[in-house]
């Protein structure tokens, strides 16, 4: 609640009508002075955050621990104890992606030349070794050696895999320029890709043609992968808000397609599909946040924790679903985890269908 003092007038600012107590029985508008202290802005500020008299952190305890209750509750018409859904999901996203932007998920800084070769030098000898043990392994598990054996299992120490250890350090080479001999498929040029395509259309043209001319493009001008690389990670962020946005009602449609027409309305489905965005959004801040910490972490026993503590939060994020699903939608045990599986494996492949979606277009702004 607000501590601003209250204004001795009790004729409202706002409407004009007579105020009894604080606030105006006709807009609602606290009636305190319109002046006060600087120390008001800030104190004003978290209480618009936390929603007034601790109702948002309320609504984040049952958000978090009681799976489906703000959707029951607020279904049942009772919307005054807890923040609204539409509110309550803009919120938490507003500072999930704040954190995400304070302390970036990715940093692409391969270093110095020296740090750059030190790195691809340890990973192409560990690619190495792994199969060369394989090899290893295949041999000795054989009944009987022939001499030819013998002389594998010797040599095998020795002689590096040249082919394979030559793709690896082409592909790690991020500080270079795409190379003239790399195309697009088998297209090494645009006007190439552009006379086949001509020859030959597909349905696929509309998104296949744009993505082949970016990458001619961007071959034209010489940047390098790994500018690609921190242009499509840095757009990629500041579009997913857009697309979760653009995904929740797709996420409502598949409720609906999958329960009753009459019982359920498509807004029921939406408060529902808020509700668990709104869930998500705060379980993947505290994943990053364990994750930040085990970054920086070097002590055992800790990372053991927060690593069981990682996988007990992604493990959630699947229990929570069936159980706040079959709470609000109150199915049978085994038809609601039917349903609930079918809903939710629907939902990862249209999820992952749309980020390959933002990877594209993400690729497509990079200039």
Same mark, same amino acid.
């Given at each position: 609640?607000?501590? @601003?003092?209250?204004?001795?007038?009790?004729?409202?600012?706002?409407? /004009?009508?007579?105020?009894?107590?604080?606030?105006?029985?006709?807009?609602? %508008?606290? !009636?305190?002075?319109?002046?006060?202290?600087?120390?008001?802005?800030? +104190?004003?500020?978290?209480?618009?955050?936390?929603?007034?008299? &601790?109702?948002?952190? /309320?609504?984040?305890?049952?958000?978090?621990?009681? *799976?489906?209750?703000?959707?029951?509750?607020?279904?049942? /018409?009772?919307? %005054?104890?807890?923040?609204?859904?539409?509110?309550?999901?803009?919120?938490?996203?507003?500072?999930? $992606?704040?954190?995400?932007?304070?302390?970036?998920?990715?940093?692409? !800084?391969?270093?110095?030349?020296? =740090?750059?070769?030190?790195?691809?030098?340890?990973?192409?000898?560990?690619?190495?070794?792994?199969?060369? %043990?394989?090899?290893? =392994?295949?041999?000795?598990?054989?009944?009987?050696?022939?001499?030819?054996?013998?002389?594998?299992?010797?040599?095998?120490?020795?002689?590096? =895999?040249?082919?394979?250890? =030559?793709?690896?350090?082409?592909?790690?080479?991020?500080?270079?320029?795409?190379?003239?001999?790399? &195309?697009? @498929?088998?297209?090494?040029?645009?006007?190439?890709?552009?006379?086949?395509?001509?020859? !030959?259309?597909?349905?696929?043209?509309?998104? %296949?043609?744009?993505?082949?001319?970016?990458?001619?493009?961007?071959?034209?001008?010489?940047? +390098?992968?790994?500018?690609?690389?921190?242009?499509?990670?840095?757009?990629?962020?500041?579009?997913?808000?857009?697309?979760?946005?653009?995904?929740? *009602?797709?996420?409502?449609? $598949?409720?609906?397609?999958?329960?009753?027409?009459?019982?359920?309305?498509?807004?029921?489905?939406?408060?529902?599909?808020?509700?668990?965005?709104?869930?998500?959004?705060?379980? #993947?801040?505290?994943?990053?946040?364990?994750?930040?910490?085990?970054?920086?972490?070097?002590?055992? *026993?800790?990372?053991?924790?927060?690593?069981?503590?990682?996988? /007990?939060?992604?493990?959630?994020?699947?229990?929570?679903?069936?159980?706040?699903?079959?709470?609000?939608?109150?199915?049978?045990? #085994?038809?609601?985890?039917?349903? &609930?599986?079918?809903?939710?494996?629907?939902?990862?492949?249209?999820?992952?269908?749309?980020?390959?979606?933002?990877?594209?277009?993400?690729?497509?702004?990079?200039?």
């Amino acid at each position: 609640m607000s501590h @601003g003092k209250i204004r001795e007038d009790k004729t409202c600012l706002n409407c /004009g009508h007579q105020v009894e107590e604080r606030y105006c029985p006709s807009c609602g %508008q606290e !009636n305190i002075e319109r002046r006060q202290p600087f120390h008001f802005l800030f +104190t004003h500020f978290v209480e618009d955050f936390t929603h007034y008299d &601790g109702q948002f952190w /309320g609504t984040v305890k049952n958000l978090l621990f009681k *799976p489906g209750k703000l959707t029951n509750v607020y279904l049942e /018409g009772k919307r %005054q104890k807890f923040v609204p859904p539409v509110k309550l999901y803009i919120f938490v996203s507003f500072i999930t $992606f704040f954190v995400f932007a304070l302390f970036p998920m990715m940093t692409l !800084n391969f270093g110095s030349k020296k =740090d750059i070769n030190a790195s691809k030098t340890k990973f192409l000898e560990q690619m190495k070794s792994m199969k060369t %043990q394989k090899m290893l =392994d295949s041999i000795k598990s054989k009944k009987i050696l022939t001499p030819q054996d013998s002389v594998t299992i010797k040599s095998l120490s020795t002689i590096p =895999d040249s082919a394979q250890i =030559d793709d690896l350090e082409d592909i790690l080479e991020m500080n270079k320029k795409i190379d003239d001999n790399v &195309g697009y @498929g088998r297209y090494k040029t645009r006007k190439s890709y552009d006379s086949a395509a001509a020859k !030959n259309p597909s349905v696929f043209d509309l998104i %296949q043609t744009p993505v082949a001319h970016k990458f001619f493009e961007l071959k034209e001008n010489g940047v +390098t992968k790994e500018e690609i690389m921190k242009n499509m990670v840095e757009k990629s962020f500041h579009n997913l808000p857009k697309a979760l946005f653009i995904y929740l *009602p797709l996420f409502a449609f $598949f409720l609906w397609i999958f329960h009753s027409k009459k019982k359920w309305w498509y807004f029921d489905h939406g408060i529902f599909t808020l509700h668990y965005f709104s869930f998500l959004l705060l379980n #993947i801040l505290l994943i990053f946040l364990v994750a930040k910490i085990i970054s920086f972490s070097s002590f055992g *026993p800790l990372n053991l924790i927060l690593y069981l503590t990682l996988f /007990g939060l992604l493990f959630y994020i699947v229990i929570y679903f069936f159980v706040a699903h079959r709470r609000v939608y109150r199915s049978h045990g #085994i038809v609601s985890f039917i349903v &609930g599986s079918t809903l939710f494996t629907l939902n990862f492949f249209a999820f992952m269908f749309l980020v390959v979606g933002l990877a594209i277009v993400s690729f497509l702004m990079i200039h």
